[in-house]
């Protein structure tokens, strides 16, 4: 049994594993708040509406240390997402989640006592919050705790990417704590100052934040009633929908503009794809390069567990909107940039978990992503063949010759420099870590889709 | 109340300026929160402003 690397702050109890199922204890110094989660009808609301993590107690359960007052089985994510690979949309609905679960846990005694955005994971299609031990009996008066922390992780990276630049999403990655709001408010436009919302939330916060900073006693008396607490809660909630990025509205199929490719030859892709796919039986589907996920979707409707990864923000929030309205239960769009994706981060290199170190997939989609890689990146394709060896065991990969005017583009302001760049290098590259199983050229184009299966 | 006294579950730091500065936003944004749901009452009531999918999507939560 070994306590999950990423749960540690929390003194009320922590996540561990135990013969091969994620198991949580609840501390006895937890008790109260834990029986009144339960008692006053908050995990059930919360439950039914899909909102928080359903989880069993398991009785007889000794826990992994003294202090355990029980032990609760969460239900499963099968694959942990973290802020900084989330589009904008994506951040906005966990945001809006977080406060829709303390307006509701206001109304039944509670608060969270925590509002960090790891604690949303998106499930099914979904964010849900998936930390049981966050709530707290909410005393008529209190401030909320969790306040600043919920500036930190949800509106100021989302004020950023509406007023600033989207892909300023990346900075949570070195600020696991959420960003800090006189940094936000510095590099905030100075317009932000006539938000309503962001002049208070971000601008005198962070000014409130840097004069008390050496006054740690001037809050004692600080009291705020129940009423004014559900309307800043609602103020937050204003806040954070009222913010937008460019080309939100994009339909999802207006996005996938810049395909190189005929009515005929797209379609022949989509029929050979599908054949492939079926071909490999996949359970677990990484479409790398994915755009807004076009081609994931086709894994996805033969009930694989799919995940599009795209470096484009824009493209990954179009098709997280694309699956939010179809319901799509089983295709998740994140934003991962393959050439420097994810590390292992946090104390001891080990709170969040790199990209590699998470559940791989069986299957790997890598299509019209080769010359990008390649060319564009400078990567030998040997080394692309090497990386894909080390995450799955079924390849699907298209391979774009010089010849197509994509790569053309590419080539178009610089030196050639990649004589190995032809089929016959890739095939050699690939066969040295895959079995070639399939050949098959798109119909009016030059572009080739392979299957391998791993040596 | 002494609130650094009730903070017994809590184990992050709410921050003396988040207080503060919560406590008074807390205030003024109360009474905003009310003129703004007022006044998008009214315009809603003379249809001067088409509401957007988005807020559809929001008010389903």
Not at chain 1, 14 to 24: H, P
Request: charged content about 25%.
């Amino acid at each position: 049994m070994n306590k999950v690397s990423g749960s540690f702050r929390d003194p009320s109890g922590f996540l561990f594993e135990d013969s091969g199922s994620l198991l949580r204890q609840v501390n006895r110094s937890y008790r109260n708040e834990y029986d009144l989660l339960v008692g006053s009808g908050l995990y059930e609301v919360l439950k039914k509406k899909g909102m928080l993590i359903p989880h069993r107690e398991l009785d007889g359960h000794a826990g992994l240390t003294d202090e355990a007052y029980k032990i609760i089985q969460p239900e499963r994510i099968p694959f942990i997402s973290y802020p900084y690979e989330w589009s904008f949309t994506q951040l906005q609905d966990a945001a809006l989640m977080t406060l829709n679960i303390q307006k509701i846990a206001l109304d039944h005694g509670m608060s969270l006592k925590d509002a960090s955005a790891y604690n949303i994971q998106f499930h099914n299609g979904k964010p849900v919050f998936i930390d049981s031990l966050s709530f707290e009996r909410y005393e008529e008066g209190r401030p909320w705790v969790a306040y600043g922390q919920f500036c930190r992780h949800f509106l100021a990276p989302l004020a950023l990417m509406s007023y600033s630049d989207v892909r300023l999403s990346r900075l949570l990655q070195i600020h696991l704590d959420g960003l800090p709001l006189d940094m936000v408010s510095a590099m905030l436009p100075w317009r932000t100052r006539f938000s309503f919302s962001l002049l208070i939330h971000i601008h005198l916060h962070a000014a409130s934040q840097k004069k008390y900073k050496n006054k740690p006693g001037a809050a004692k008396k600080a009291s705020i009633s129940k009423n004014r607490l559900h309307s800043l809660i609602v103020g937050l909630k204003l806040a954070a929908e009222r913010l937008r990025i460019r080309g939100q509205h994009t339909e999802w199929a207006n996005y996938y503009t810049f395909t190189n490719y005929s009515d005929a030859s797209f379609n022949h892709k989509k029929k050979v794809l599908s054949s492939m796919l079926k071909n490999s039986e996949p359970d677990v589907v990484w479409d790398l390069g994915a755009n807004t996920g076009i081609f994931s979707q086709i894994a996805a409707d033969m009930g694989a567990r799919c995940i599009a990864f795209d470096i484009d923000s824009l493209a990954v929030d179009a098709g997280y909107r694309f699956i939010k309205k179809n319901k799509t239960s089983n295709l998740l769009p994140l934003v991962i940039d393959l050439t420097n994706p994810s590390p292992g981060i946090g104390w001891n290199h080990n709170e969040r978990m790199s990209l590699k170190h998470r559940n791989l997939p069986d299957t790997v989609l890598a299509l019209a992503l080769i010359h990008h890689l390649a060319i564009s990146d400078n990567i030998p394709l040997e080394m692309i063949a090497r990386f894909m060896h080390d995450i799955c065991s079924n390849l699907i990969i298209e391979f774009v010759p010089k010849s197509d005017s994509q790569v053309q583009k590419l080539l178009a302001s610089r030196k050639d420099v990649f004589p190995e760049y032809h089929e016959e290098g890739f095939r050699k590259a690939f066969e040295k870590y895959f079995e070639i199983l399939e050949v098959v050229r798109v119909d009016e184009s030059d572009r080739t889709l392979f299957r391998m299966r791993k040596r | 109340m002494d609130f650094s006294l009730s903070y017994i579950i809590g184990y992050i730091d709410p921050g003396t300026g988040s207080i503060i500065l919560q406590a008074i936003a807390a205030g003024v944004v109360g009474g905003a929160v009310a003129v703004k749901l007022f006044w998008h009452r009214i315009i809603n009531f003379f249809g001067l402003k088409k509401q957007s999918k988005h807020d559809d999507e929001a008010a389903d939560d």
